[in-house]
């Protein structure tokens, strides 16, 4: 008997649903699904608003694939009031639990407690200081108001690096100037025969090649290590503060503080043995990085300068050659970047000063070089105005 063009059309579809994994199953059954697998919904309405990935060829693959099936149900949703942040996340990826934007929350006391932002005045200038986080995920907004308030006053917005100056094709000539091993040497000649085992391992849950990298620099592949890692479990660059704040520009002017090169020239142009080192300790960490995250994120959005400081130092490795890199990265940096700071207020303005806050924290901070050089400002508080 012929089958009508309806039938052939809603067969097509349900073998293509079950293709992709789309039909049964539901947040019960994860723990039974094989990996790479992920779990992403929305808190609150787990049983009903979620998506899963299973059998994917990659972690991030499988979280993407969750989240986009979660967002998929809740633009179907009509009629559902959600509290502000209150999205789809990823909750689950493989056997790992990941901590949600409420777990995080949950941890900043209700108290009045200090935030990562400060004010200095001078007669014809104000400058906020306000510690960024370069990678978060939507279920960490919205921001404390103070934020917001300060940059809506502010008529310049200061960055680390303006990236958004450059064309993509000269920011990738750039990086790959800086990207690739000397004198065509591969990662089979210049790391350990142990952790470059480790390192194809790694690799090869993201999808990649080790052949595909053969050439780049340790330093190169570490940080694209974290950026995926840091992917899978749902934070995003786009979610950072700096895209944030970018996309409420306006007419306000960009300003930098140090330049693009220097900071490529800082990352990828290390000796190759702090390159092995900094390669090392990512991999040690690979799989510990979220709550380690999590505690961070907690510790800045409740202010808390201690717990932070540590889990800074936790993070970046006990070896000489990983403190040292780590003293170049910030104490070095911070340096010139008080000094600039402190300029701003001779000038005439109003300026919100975006920089990542682990370089506002401790006796090398910049808040304290700005108080070495006479500057005083008002740390700004969760119950205070702007």
């Keep these: 008997m012929a089958r009508s063009p309806v039938f052939k059309v809603l067969l097509a579809a349900l073998i293509a649903s079950l293709a992709a994994g789309l039909l049964a199953e539901t947040p019960a059954d ?25 059998s ?22 009509t009629g559902l009031t959600l509290a502000p942040g209150q999205t789809c996340e990823v909750l689950n990826l493989n056997e790992e639990r990941i901590t949600t934007g ?12 200090p935030l990562y932002l400060w004010r200095y005045t001078s007669d014809t200038a104000t400058v906020y200081l306000a510690g960024s986080i370069h990678i978060l995920k939507p279920t960490l907004y919205p921001l404390a108001p103070q934020l917001e308030k300060a940059f809506e006053q502010s008529a310049l917005l200061v960055v680390e690096v303006d990236t958004e100056k450059y064309p993509l094709q000269e920011m990738q000539r750039k990086m790959m100037d800086v990207a690739l091993l000397e004198n065509g040497q591969t990662l089979k000649q ?29 330093a190169m592949v570490m940080n694209q290590l974290v950026v995926l890692r840091l992917q899978a479990l749902g934070y995003l660059p786009e979610y950072g503060l700096e895209q944030h704040f970018r996309a409420k520009l306006d007419d306000r002017q960009v300003l930098e503080l140090e330049s ?32 380690i995250l999590a505690e961070m994120l907690a510790a800045w959005l409740a202010g808390n300068d201690d717990d932070l400081l540590m889990l800074i130092q936790q993070q970046s490795g006990n070896s000489e050659l990983s403190q040292a890199f780590n003293k170049r990265l910030l104490d070095d940096r911070n340096v010139g970047m008080a ?34 050089q006479g500057i005083t400002g008002q740390r700004v508080m969760s119950n205070d105005k702007i």
Excluded at 57 to 77: E, G, M, S, V, Y
Excluded at 199 to 208: P, R, V
Aim: aromatic share 8%; glycine share 8%; hydrophobic share 40%.
């Design 102 to 113: 409420a777990d995080i929350r949950a941890q900043v006391p209700d108290s009045p407690h």
């Design 56 to 77: 994917r060829p990659t972690d991030i693959d499988a979280a993407n694939w969750a989240l986009q099936q979660c967002q998929r149900k809740l633009a179907q949703q």
């Design 190 to 218: 210049v790391l350990p025969k142990g952790l470059l085992n480790r390192l194809n391992e790694s690799l090869a849950s993201y999808g990649i090649n080790s052949q595909q990298v053969a050439q780049f620099k340790p």
């Design 260 to 291: 693009f090169d220097g900071q490529l020239d800082l990352l990828f142009n290390q000796p190759v043995e702090v390159q092995i080192q900094l390669l090392a300790d990512t991999l040690d960490l690979e799989h510990e990085i979220e709550p």
């Design 30 to 54: 994860y723990a039974n699904l094989p990996g790479h697998k992920a779990m992403a919904a929305v808190p609150g309405y787990t049983a009903s608003i979620y998506g899963i990935g299973h």
């Design 339 to 372: 000094k600039t700071i402190g300029r701003y207020l001779d000038t005439t303005g109003t300026y919100f000063v975006l920089v990542g806050a682990a370089h506002f924290i401790g006796k090398s901070g910049i808040v304290s070089l700005l108080e070495q």
